[in-house]
Every structure is written in C-alpha cells, then in structure tokens.
C-alpha cells in the first residue's frame, strides 16, 4: 500500500480567500520571504501575538530559500497597522511587507490571492455540487452513453495536464522510474488537490487504484460505477506519465453503494 492509505487521518483544509469573523476588523498581510532561516515564522506570529492580534489563517511557501507568508489576523482596535508593518519588515530574511483591511467588518476576501496555481499550472476552484449537476444535466440532455463519453473526455484532457506537473516535478527530485512517480506524486496529489483520498496497490501486474470519498461520486446515486471523469483523468495522466497506452476500468463505485471507488489498471512494462 502506498500513501494515502484509508487509514491515514485527513485534515480538511480551508483555503484562506475567504475569511468571515462576525464583528472583528480583519486585515491581510503578505510578506515577501527573502532568505528563509529557522525560526523567522516564529518571530513574525509573535508581532502579532504582542499586539492582541489573533492570527485566524496562516500559509506560507518557501523554494530554495525564497518564498511568501501570507496571514489574516483580526485587529483589535489601537493598532497601529503602520507600526506593525515596519517591525514585520526588520526581521531577518523578511523583505517587502504589503496588506490589505477588510472593506466591511467582519469580511475580508482578498483580491491579490490570485491565480491560484500549482507549479505553472493555473487552477480554479470548483465545488462537487457543480460537477454533480453537470453530470446529471447531460445525462438528461444526451443520454447517459454520450454524458459519460464527454466527462471522459474532459478528463483525459485534464489529467494530461497534470501529468505536465507531476513530470515536472519528478525532474526536480530525481525520480525517474514512471511507477515511482505515480506512487509518490499523482496518487499522493490527488488528495491534495481535494479530488479523493486515493491508495494503490498491485497484484500479478494488475494495480488497484481505490479511491475514498471521490469528488465525482460522493454526492450522487447511481446503478452503475460512473466516475466517467475520474477515469479519463487517470488514464490520461498516466498515458502521458508511461508514455503508452494504459487500460483502466472502474470496478467500483461509490455512487452505486459500493464503499469506495475502485479502478483496475493495466500498464504495459516496457
């Protein structure tokens, strides 16, 4: 079993454009990391904590030394937000300090938190409920063969994408074996992504790619396994990863009752 297992504890994450603190003046601020060292997240929570300021969403990103932490605190009344900003920036490795105040009290969503990337890949943001009406309006249209072969399709486009980044990645820190990188990157960033808790295993040649509470499935019922999108992604993606054609069937569904989604796949060793 590889990661991502069932097992494993997850911990739903809020992505922080959208913060609500009835009540409570918010500001946002984003910090330019110029030399990243221990302890410099530390020294910039304790700015705030000394001010009364209670830190609500924090995030922060560092490659080869460099990055941004962004953090949305609420501000008590008697802050000097000014004063805040020139002592964030005398920190050590930090460089230029930026911030935003909520417009209406309570609320803060903030304009700058954008594109929403991963690697070069742009992303959006997509909730279930729409993936679930989609399916179920061009299954109305069309008919459930040629819905399905659409949301096929949509996939197999996406998981192309981002097999581009899972490749990438790869490249960066040296994993070459395709099987290693569908173990240790795509499975694993399907979670990440928010998609579904995905796990692998492989018998005889055969993997088994089961996947627990799938983006796809959770929110529908059906008498047959109708994860159309989730198997284009995958088979597109791994195509492009092996670069051969790869056979993948779903022999499970969650939409049917069954208590995960579940895919047989056959890759060709070459």
């Known amino acids: 079993m590889t990661r991502g297992s069932p097992e494993d504890r997850c911990f739903p994450i809020e992505i922080p454009i959208l913060t609500i603190s009835p009540g409570k003046k918010l500001s946002i601020f984003y910090l330019q990391i110029l030399r990243d060292r221990p302890g410099i997240l530390a020294e910039v929570a304790e700015e705030f904590s000394s001010r009364g300021m209670n830190i609500v969403h924090s995030l ?17 009344d008697g802050v000097n937000i000014e004063e ?3 002592h964030l920036g005398s920190i050590e490795g930090i460089g230029s300090v930026e911030y935003e105040e909520s417009r209406i009290e309570g609320l803060l969503i903030p304009c ?10 742009r992303l959006v943001a997509l909730n279930t409920r729409a993936i679930t009406s989609l399916s179920e309006e061009l299954s109305k249209i069309l008919g459930s063969s040629a819905s399905g072969a659409i949301l096929f399709r949509i996939g197999y486009e996406m998981g192309k994408g981002f ?5 990438k990645i790869a490249e960066r820190v040296g994993i070459k074996d395709p099987f290693e990188i569908l173990r240790h990157i795509s499975v694993p960033l399907y979670a990440s992504s928010g998609y579904g808790i995905a796990s692998l295993e492989e018998a005889g040649g055969v993997f088994s790619l089961r996947i627990r ?32 054609s790869i056979s993948i069937e779903e022999v499970k569904c969650k939409a049917k009752g069954d208590e995960y989604c579940e895919f047989k796949i056959e890759i060709p060793r070459g």
Not at 68 to 73: F, H, K, Q, R, T
Not at 163 to 167: D, K, M, R, S, V
Not at 223 to 240: A, F, H, I, V
């Open 163 to 167: 097999a581009i980044g899972h490749l």
């Open 213 to 244: 509470e799938n983006f796809e499935a959770v929110d529908r019922k059906s008498k047959e396994p109708s994860c159309y999108m989730t198997k284009g992604m995958w088979k597109g993606c791994l195509e492009r990863i092996f670069n051969r």
């Open 84 to 86: 805040l900003k020139g």
């Open 112 to 121: 700058r938190l954008f594109p929403f990337v991963r690697g070069t890949v």
């Open 60 to 76: 922060a990103h560092v490659e080869e030394g460099k990055g941004l932490i962004i953090i949305v605190a609420e501000r008590p």
